[in-house]
């Protein structure tokens, strides 16, 4: 199909979404999604929209994303993109959300992003979980609602992703059987609150909007330990002290965190990175499985 014929597809739904006639004048490519095709769309009254394309497949997945970025948005806490509309046209699943103006953030912006994600961690659920699967990256992730949280990371989080690596990283499946037996240990007396949760909070997944406020984006949504959204924001560059001391001064920092959580939500990232990107994240994989093994 044609880039016109699905640009005005997707205009008659932003006109029809918002009450106001959108006619499209370019649909540029950027940068923004694992799975997806992701896109700007500008109309020639110079309003612009995020876009998703991807395949008629995935329309459940882009609904997911969706419902992540309205509970997010629920919580008027962080400013997140409001969505637009989501569905199936032409063939195509899509997802539209608002456009936003995005700039590296600034100190007083990670101060700010520190306190409100505290603030988003206060709201909280019966059950860890969500009554959506949604997708972290390109990968299929499992929510069923458990009411214990080790049960709950142990069967959705880390054995998930154990079994989709068995068949070609063996010696990983081993360790992974190991720490698995040892994990009651490590977490004992560990109860938390399951708390909202973005879910990938890489520094990737957050920004600054015009007026200097945090803007976060591309949700795993799902509720359950608040600390694995921060070991996942110190795995793959951080947000520099400012978040961090904004954010424990709002919310102290528990004990174990540092030498046992962290590592332990981390490898969960870690093994869905050896699942997308390939053997390069099976040894620190193996490494951080093997040290938390050595502690129990």
Request: with cysteine; net charge negative.
């Amino acid at each position: 199909m044609s880039n016109e014929t699905i640009n005005q597809a997707l205009a008659d739904i932003i006109t029809t979404a918002t009450g106001r006639a959108f006619s499209p004048d370019e649909r540029c490519p950027v940068l923004g999604g694992d799975a997806s095709q992701t896109s700007v769309l500008t109309g020639n009254d110079g309003r612009r929209f995020f876009v998703k394309l991807d395949r008629a497949a995935a329309e459940p997945l882009l609904i997911a994303e969706a419902a992540g970025l309205e509970e997010l948005a629920q919580s008027r806490t962080i400013r997140v993109p409001a969505v637009i509309a989501v569905g199936n046209t032409q063939g195509q699943a899509y997802l539209v959300i608002e456009h936003i103006e995005l700039r590296r953030a600034d100190r007083a912006c990670l101060i700010r992003f520190g306190e409100a994600l505290a603030e988003l961690h206060g709201i909280v659920a019966p059950r860890h979980g969500w009554h959506h699967d949604n997708l972290l990256g390109a990968t299929h992730q499992y929510n069923t609602p458990h009411g214990d949280w080790l049960e709950f990371w142990r069967e959705n989080r880390l054995a998930v992703m154990l079994d989709a690596l068995a068949a070609d990283e063996p010696a990983l499946a081993r360790d992974g059987d190991r720490l698995l037996s040892v994990l009651p240990t490590l977490l004992a007396g560990h109860a938390p609150e399951p708390s909202l949760l973005h879910g990938d909070l890489w520094a990737g997944n957050m920004a600054m909007d015009e007026a200097g406020r945090p803007v976060i984006y591309d949700p795993a949504v799902y509720y359950g330990d608040r600390e694995t959204d921060l070991a996942m924001t110190e795995l793959f560059g951080g947000f520099g002290p400012a978040f961090y001391e904004a954010y424990w001064a709002s919310w102290p920092m528990r004990a174990e965190y540092r030498e046992i959580r962290r590592p332990l939500y981390q490898l969960y990232h870690l093994l869905n990175h050896a699942r997308l990107f390939g053997r390069g994240y099976v040894d620190p994989s193996q490494h951080i499985m093997r040290q938390l093994t050595a502690m129990a």
